[in-house]
């Protein structure tokens, strides 16, 4: 069955070039209406023009798309708004929000300006959660709603010279969990995309066989799944080259030490059974835990 968005309406924010902008093309081609939102800056989020995002929109116009172009900065949250009531206007609804935009300033953390920190976070946290606010809503009141988050690698797992950046994108995935335990009961679904792709924000750092296998057209499918009618919800889908992975976010079993003078002694001798991954789960909420250890207590006292 073909994957389709007939009907649907969709905002995808740093759109107007790079994964960006493939993914605006790919929901239009599979039928969506689409808000190219794009600030029109440089990869560190300098300047702005609207060119960028409207070269996209006459690309989808040109295909026989609908398609309107936006530069609000993600970062202007009555921007955001505005660009969101300009959709609900032409359109009369949003489905998809697809929060792509981000820039980055990228140093050794001993090396890093803190307004280059904050300015990362602005963008990439502060900027997907106007996003989602805006949307929030109207994806309440249709009792529909697909947000994809971008985090990435980084955030997840780390990468030199990137702690603001990494600080940034793994908060998406904080953020993934809560909206999608709260946006359930009105078929909200939210997950989050870690994409491996040569682009702007990767030039210059990799060997011409590895770029040629990072096209950033391999990762647009794990998009258009996430942003689906059927559609997960909480998962990170990893995607580059062909590949796809989940990455997910596990507690272990642990142990139970109780509560005394020696606990930090034990605990420190044990801490390879605290961190041993047999068994280990992914938690439907934070209160997961709580119980677990809680369980863990009344276990040991016999209840």
């Given at each position: 069955?073909?994957?389709?968005?007939?009907?649907?309406?969709?905002?995808?924010?740093?759109?107007?070039?790079?994964?960006?902008?493939?993914?605006?093309?790919?929901?239009?081609?599979?039928?969506?209406?689409?808000?190219?939102?794009?600030?029109?800056?440089?990869?560190?989020?300098?300047?702005?023009?609207?060119?960028?995002?409207?070269?996209?929109?006459?690309?989808?116009?040109?295909?026989?798309?609908?398609?309107?172009?936006?530069?609000?900065?993600?970062?202007d949250f009555e921007a955001v708004q505005t660009m969101v009531q300009q959709t609900i206007d032409t359109w009369g609804r949003v489905d998809i929000l697809v929060n792509n935009a981000g820039i980055l300033r990228d140093k050794s953390f001993a090396k890093m300006d803190m307004?280059?920190?904050?300015?990362?976070?602005?963008?990439?946290?502060?900027?997907?959660?106007?996003?989602?606010?805006?949307?929030?809503?109207?994806?309440?009141?249709?009792?529909?709603?697909?947000?994809?988050?971008?985090?990435?690698?980084?955030?997840?797992?780390?990468?030199?010279?990137?702690?603001?950046?990494?600080?940034a994108k793994l908060a998406q995935v904080g953020m993934m969990q809560t909206l999608a335990i709260e946006g359930a009961k009105h078929d909200i679904r939210v997950n989050a995309l870690a994409p491996t792709a040569a682009t702007r924000m990767t030039a210059g750092l990799l060997?011409?066989?590895?770029?040629?296998?990072?096209?950033?057209?391999?990762?647009?499918?794990?998009?258009?799944?996430?942003?689906?009618?059927?559609?997960?919800?909480?998962?990170?889908?990893?995607?580059?080259?062909?590949?796809?992975?989940?990455?997910?976010?596990?507690?272990?079993?642990?142990?139970?030490?109780?509560?005394?003078?020696?606990?930090?002694?034990?605990?420190?001798?044990?801490?390879?059974?605290?961190?041993?991954?047999?068994?280990?789960?992914?938690?439907?909420?934070?209160?997961?835990?709580?119980?677990?250890?809680?369980?863990?207590?009344?276990?040991?006292?016999?209840?």
């Open positions: 069955m073909a994957m389709d968005f007939q009907g649907r309406v969709a905002i995808v924010t740093g759109a107007g070039g790079g994964l960006g902008r493939l993914h605006a093309l790919a929901l239009a081609q599979r039928g969506a209406k689409v808000v190219v939102n794009d600030l029109g800056g440089a990869v560190d989020g300098s300047g702005s023009s609207v060119t960028a995002a409207q070269k996209v929109v006459d690309e989808i116009r040109a295909a026989g798309g609908e398609a309107i172009a936006n530069a609000a900065s993600v970062t307004a280059d920190f904050r300015l990362v976070v602005d963008v990439h946290l502060m900027g997907a959660a106007n996003c989602c606010k805006a949307v929030w809503p109207h994806m309440q009141a249709q009792n529909y709603g697909r947000i994809v988050m971008t985090t990435s690698s980084t955030g997840l797992y780390g990468n030199f010279g990137q702690a603001n950046y990494g600080a060997p011409e066989p590895v770029l040629e296998a990072l096209k950033p057209e391999a990762v647009v499918p794990a998009m258009l799944v996430l942003a689906h009618e059927g559609a997960p919800t909480r998962t990170i889908l990893c995607a580059g080259a062909g590949g796809f992975e989940a990455a997910h976010i596990t507690m272990t079993q642990g142990i139970y030490l109780g509560i005394g003078d020696t606990v930090p002694e034990e605990l420190a001798a044990r801490l390879a059974e605290v961190t041993a991954s047999e068994g280990e789960q992914v938690p439907g909420s934070g209160s997961v835990q709580g119980q677990v250890e809680v369980g863990k207590a009344m276990k040991a006292h016999g209840h």
